[in-house]
T-cell receptor, first 110, second 110 residues
Framework: SQQGEEDPQALSIQEGENATMNCSYKTSINNLQWYRQNSGRGLVHLILIRSNEREKHSGRLRVTLDTSKKSSSLLITASRAADTASYFCATDALAYKYIFGTGTRLKVLA | DGGITQSPKYLFRKEGQNVTLSCEQNLNHDAMYWYRQDPGQGLRLIYYSQIVNDFQKGDIAEGYSVSREKKESFPLTVTSAQKNPTAFYLC?????????FGEGSRLTVL
């Protein structure tokens, strides 16, 4: 079963614009992570936010977490063509058991 | 270089044949994982192992088997009991909650 659902499923923006994608999950978590996947490749870790944190930044990435709503958002500022990829959230409903969402396909147009 | 190595990258097999996908890591991580990804979909957990000689079923373990005889290695066998084995298979290991992925193995059953 999928723990997370990303929204939107697909997003197309112009270079320089901001991209926001959301993740909702079902059960209590210890932490939530965001990953990026280029087509046909493995996933790359972007950022981890713990359940007692509300916001975290890393470069052009900003992640928020609302445990009362069981949701998180990933904001990519000043997007670039190289940001084109699929983005997934992952949660640890159980220790060591990481469950991924369905992903958001982001296309950044040059 | 430290990382996760999956082999083979592409694999073609006839229906009814068992196939084994290799996953090796030199990151000294205790936990390892196998995920399946279908086109345009998220990742679904097949099996995971927290420590050598121990592993647990994920959400879609039927038709798959694993072993964890060494810390570095977590091979996945796709058996003939798996009804729809054509997919992209991703192996990962984890440290401090962050997952590190291999580049994947694409299995096509003819």
């Amino acid at each position: 079963s999928q723990q997370g659902e990303e929204d939107p499923q697909a997003l197309s923006i112009q270079e320089g614009e901001n991209a926001t994608m959301n993740c909702s999950y079902k059960t209590s978590i210890n932490n939530l992570q965001w990953y990026r996947q280029n087509s046909g490749r493995g996933l790359v870790h972007l950022i981890l936010i713990r359940s007692n944190e509300r916001e975290k930044h890393s470069g052009r990435l900003r992640v928020t977490l609302d445990t009362s709503k069981k949701s998180s958002s990933l904001l990519i500022t000043a997007s670039r063509a190289a940001d084109t990829a699929s983005y997934f959230c992952a949660t640890d409903a159980l220790a060591y058991k990481y469950i991924f969402g369905t992903g958001t396909r982001l296309k950044v147009l040059a | 270089d430290g990382g996760i190595t999956q082999s083979p990258k592409y694999l073609f097999r006839k229906e009814g044949q068992n196939v084994t996908l290799s996953c090796e890591q030199n990151l000294n991580h205790d936990a390892m994982y196998w995920y399946r990804q279908d086109p345009g979909q998220g990742l679904r957990l097949i099996y995971y192992s927290q420590i050598v000689n121990d592993f647990q079923k994920g959400d879609i373990a039927e038709g798959y088997s694993v072993s964890r005889e060494k810390k570095e290695s977590f091979p996945l066998t796709v058996t003939s009991a798996q009804k729809n084995p054509t997919a992209f298979y991703l192996c990962a290991s984890s440290m401090a909650g962050e997952l590190f992925f291999g580049e994947g193995s694409r299995l096509t059953v003819l």
